[in-house]
């Protein structure tokens, strides 16, 4: 890791730190950042916080494959046609204006207010990235090569297996990385407002009811911490797996 990029959340815990220390906020309600890390720590190492970090990995996990599993074939397939993309254009930025929140009711009248409801939301939202993105790697893929291969003979499937599918991979894995990012949020605000015994969502509304205020913090600082550790080991393997990119 670079060294530049500690500057930035250095300087932010640094302004944390005066503001809370010179009073600017009552520290009751903003605790400083040193009280608030023991706490992550403590939250951590006891065992205390583990469960429901778990349980919000997996609902973000099935989310996000089921997304995968609905989203990435769907975008290659309206992608590989530009009059079938432009047909549903219309459906699908129209789903894609609607906020996913406004989906709870609908999902909670379907699907009950267990798992299935906070997985179906949030899967919504994050195939409607997946598609779109797909879509749109295949439909901008570089059509030289594609009339280089026509020319020497291969087939409308062949092109598109061999070409349009990889030169579409950097989109679609924004996609796949936006998706993902998108499956943690909305789990996260499921946990919060949706009936749950358990998850990181449902520990921040236990510990604001509660006023247990350097505890919430420290949970919403371990979901961030969550989200960028899941950022990062995407990027890295897309840049595996995609290394010819940008090339």
Request: proline share 3%.
């Amino acid at each position: 890791m670079k060294k530049s990029v500690l500057i930035g959340p250095a300087i932010v815990i640094l302004i944390w730190f005066l503001i809370s220390n010179l009073n600017i906020v009552d520290k009751f309600f903003l605790p400083d950042p040193i009280s608030t890390f023991k706490e992550l720590f403590s939250l951590i190492f006891n065992g205390t916080i583990l469960p429901d970090m778990v349980l919000t990995l997996e609902r973000t996990i099935s989310a996000f494959i089921i997304a995968l599993i609905i989203g990435l074939p769907l975008g290659l397939i309206l992608g590989s046609s530009r009059k079938l993309y432009e047909s549903f254009e219309f459906v699908i930025d129209f789903f894609r204006s609607i906020p996913a929140t406004a989906m709870f009711p609908l999902f909670l009248l379907i699907f009950g207010i267990e798992d299935k409801s906070k997985i179906g939301v949030a899967a919504f939202a994050s195939v409607l990235i997946i598609l779109f993105n797909t879509a749109y790697g295949v439909i901008h893929a570089k059509k030289s090569r594609a009339l280089a291969a026509k020319l020497m003979g291969a087939s409308k499937i062949q092109i598109f297996r061999f070409i349009y599918f990889w030169e579409s991979l950097p989109q679609t894995f924004i996609g796949l990385r936006s998706a993902l990012s998108m499956s943690l949020i909305i789990i996260v605000v499921t946990e919060m407002f949706i009936g749950t015994y358990a998850g990181l969502g449902r520990k921040i509304i236990d510990f604001q009811i509660t006023y247990n205020i350097t505890s919430l913090y420290a949970v919403i600082l371990l979901t961030g911490i969550l989200g960028y550790l899941i950022n990062f080991i995407f990027i890295y393997t897309e840049k595996k797996l995609i290394h010819w990119s940008g090339k």
